[in-house]
């Protein structure tokens, strides 16, 4: 009897770990994987080459990594590419410097809950309440 093959949920899973993180057999699994199937071989060089990018702030690389994807017969890494070209500086930007905008947009999220909370119940008075007690 064969082995059941991995789902395609669980090689993503590997895919998108640290190569540190997973155990032995999961290594030794996503090495099959990666043997039997070149595409997803590929994807994985240029997943794991794009999150050492994003971890070590190399955003100086991101021209060389866009190059190499569009080498490579990946339809779907393609679209990611042609949605990066379309702000490369701000993608770039973003892979560089050391600044985040995690926090606004944490307080922006937090006034739309509360929106959404408040729906259809008063008017902006009210929701400018909320906003300013809930800090």
């Known amino acids: 009897m064969t082995a059941r ?3 395609p949920r669980t090689v993503s899973g590997w895919i ?3 190569p540190e993180t997973l155990t ?3 290594q030794l699994h996503l090495k099959t994987v990666r043997t039997h199937c070149p595409e997803l071989d590929a994807v994985t ?3 794991r080459s ?3 990018m994003l971890t070590e702030r190399q955003g100086e690389r991101l021209p060389d990594w866009l190059d190499a994807v569009r080498q490579d017969d990946l339809p779907s890494l393609h679209t990611l590419a042609a949605g990066i070209d379309r702000d490369l500086a701000a993608v770039a930007a973003g892979l560089t410097l ?3 905008s995690g926090a606004v ?3 922006v999220n937090r006034i739309k809950m509360l929106k ?6 008063a008017g902006f008075a009210l929701l400018r309440k909320r906003v300013l007690l809930a800090q």
């Open 5 to 7: 093959p991995p789902s």
């Open 16 to 18: 998108l770990s640290r």
């Open 24 to 26: 032995e057999p999961e």
């Open 45 to 47: 060089r240029h997943v």
């Open 50 to 52: 794009f999150a050492v």
């Open 98 to 100: 050391p600044w985040s």
């Open 105 to 107: 947009e944490g307080h």
């Open 116 to 121: 959404c909370q408040m729906f259809g119940r």
